[in-house]
């Protein structure tokens, strides 16, 4: 069974700060990896994935996240946080090799508050 | 592209009622459909997979007597509650495959039950 592991509840950073949201998970073959963003009553707003390629993934609003085999992560990362990245985060993961089935399975979300 | 509606954003219905709840993908076909529930402070419970012109797919412990999910055409999936009660209110999303091989949400659905 496909596992998503997101060890923080909540990230606390100033302004201008980076800012790192972890994520671990567990597939049974190779994973399609996904971050996604959720603000308050609201859906989830996509913003990258990891399929295969560069281990370094770029995405939306100035997010990146490293794709780690080894340590089998896929930690969300930016440069400069800005108040308005404070939110709901949510890690998912698909097993590629689950063929027809596509089943995602999400982390328990991060929350991030960016402190002016 | 690849955009879905979900519709209505909000509402808020007596016990005993139904409630139905439309996802549609406005610029492509999504075969599959996905419903979520998710709860205060909690991450997305998948409740079932969706596929067009076929019987939903319900996870373990989803009643398919109280959420019934209708697939009609490749841009319409439906999420009927029936005989909703408060402990049915919930924040529930669906989602689509798209073709990058993602998935696009939903902006979700308020339910509150009185």
């Known amino acids: 069974a496909q596992s998503v592991a997101q060890p923080e509840d909540q990230v606390n950073v100033a302004e201008g700060n980076p800012l790192t949201v972890k994520c671990t998970y567990s597939?049974?073959?190779?994973?399609?990896l996904f971050w996604y963003v959720q603000y308050p009553n609201r859906g989830l707003q996509f913003l990258l994935k990891?399929?295969?390629?560069?281990?370094l993934v770029k995405g939306s609003y100035g997010f990146e996240a490293e794709f780690n085999k080894s340590q089998t992560s896929f930690h969300l990362k930016k440069p400069s946080a800005l108040v308005s990245d404070s939110a709901l985060y949510f890690c998912?993961?698909?097993?590629?090799?689950?063929?027809?089935?596509?089943?995602?399975?999400f982390g328990t979300g991060t929350k991030l508050q960016v402190i002016p | 592209g690849a955009v879905v509606s979900q519709h209505p954003s909000w509402v808020i219905c007596k016990s005993g009622t139904s409630v139905k709840i439309e996802c549609r993908s406005l610029?492509?076909?999504?075969?599959?459909m996905f419903w979520y529930r998710q709860f205060p402070k909690q991450s997305l419970m998948l409740m079932a997979t969706?596929?067009?012109?076929?019987?939903?797919?319900?996870e373990q412990g989803v009643e398919k007597d109280k959420f019934l999910i209708n697939h009609a055409s490749l841009t319409l999936s439906t999420l009927t509650v029936t005989s909703a009660h408060p402990e049915d209110s919930s924040f529930y999303i669906c989602?689509?495959?798209?073709?990058?091989?993602?998935?696009?949400f939903g902006s979700g659905t308020r339910l509150t039950v009185v």
């Open positions: 989602s689509a495959s798209n073709r990058e091989g993602g998935y696009t």
């Open positions: 597939v049974s073959g190779n994973p399609y």
């Open positions: 990891y399929i295969t390629g560069d281990n």
């Open positions: 998912a993961v698909r097993d590629v090799n689950s063929g027809g089935y596509q089943k995602v399975t």
């Open positions: 610029d492509f076909q999504a075969t599959t």
């Open positions: 969706s596929n067009e012109g076929s019987k939903a797919t319900y």
